[in-house]
């Protein structure tokens, strides 16, 4: 799987858009940009996932640049419980295909401030 | 949304003892189930991958014979580490995927382990 590249850590206030940014310049055509985020002493929570377009749901959007080698997760309004590590994974698609299980990096680690 | 529940949240035990994790899928058949154990301060690093009715797969370094992995229906599947020692203490992460939602791992609260 494509190795991905996040900031360390990152500030955000509260009510505002926050833009968390993500490398993947070694990605494959058949490869998928999934977020996750884990706050404190939990388990990781799914957050968005696409492949080339761009993705909405009601936790985030997701924009991949059009060479897909970066992509940027946007949470619309930040509330203080939105405080946690972001992960940005890389992997092949498809339930059968080979390598398919999810490789945590480091994340960034995301404070947003009253 | 698909959950994951794993039990107990939260386990001391004397160094030496077995402890066993279980992970249920409530709401969906877990075709695959993986096990992630994090260190403070640290990532998540994947441990093993089971598939239903058949023998997990271990990550490089990971000892089988310590950290038995049985996943025996399409919604269980249990963590024992055997005989363990306080270098076992840890946070112990499942993760399940099924047929429904599109290819995603859905992760369980977690388990702290506290070997003495």
């Known amino acids: 799987d494509a190795k991905t590249t996040q900031p360390t850590s990152m500030d955000c206030a509260e009510g505002r858009a926050a833009n968390l940014p993500c490398n993947h310049s070694?990605?494959?055509?058949?490869?998928?940009v999934y977020w996750y985020r884990q706050i404190h002493s939990q388990g990781p929570q799914y957050i968005i996932h696409?492949?080339?377009n761009n993705e909405t749901n009601e936790m985030a959007s997701l924009i991949i640049t059009e060479d897909r080698k970066s992509s940027t997760l946007i949470l619309p309004h930040a509330t203080l419980r939105d405080t946690a590590v972001y992960y940005c994974?890389?992997?092949?698609?498809?339930?059968?295909?080979?390598?398919?299980?999810?490789?945590f990096g480091g994340g960034t680690r995301v404070l947003v401030k009253p | 949304g698909a959950v994951v529940s794993q039990h107990p949240s939260w386990v001391i035990c004397k160094s030496g003892t077995s402890v066993k994790i279980e992970c249920r899928s409530l709401?969906?058949?877990?075709?695959?189930m993986f096990w992630y154990r994090q260190f403070p301060k640290q990532s998540l690093m994947l441990m093993a991958t089971?598939?239903?009715?058949?023998?997990?797969?271990?990550e490089q370094g990971v000892e089988k014979d310590k950290f038995l992995i049985n996943h025996a229906s399409l919604t269980l599947s249990t963590l024992t580490v055997t005989s363990a020692h306080p270098e076992d203490s840890s946070f112990y992460i499942c993760?399940?995927?099924?047929?429904?939602?599109?290819?995603?791992?859905?992760f369980g609260a977690g388990t702290r382990l506290s070997v003495l």
């Open positions: 993760s399940a995927r099924g047929e429904v939602g599109k290819n995603i791992q859905y």
């Open positions: 070694t990605i494959s055509g058949n490869e998928y």
């Open positions: 994974i890389v992997r092949v698609g498809g339930i059968k295909a080979a390598g398919n299980k999810l490789t």
């Open positions: 709401d969906f058949q877990a075709t695959t």
């Open positions: 089971s598939n239903e009715g058949s023998k997990a797969t271990y």
């Open positions: 696409g492949l080339k």
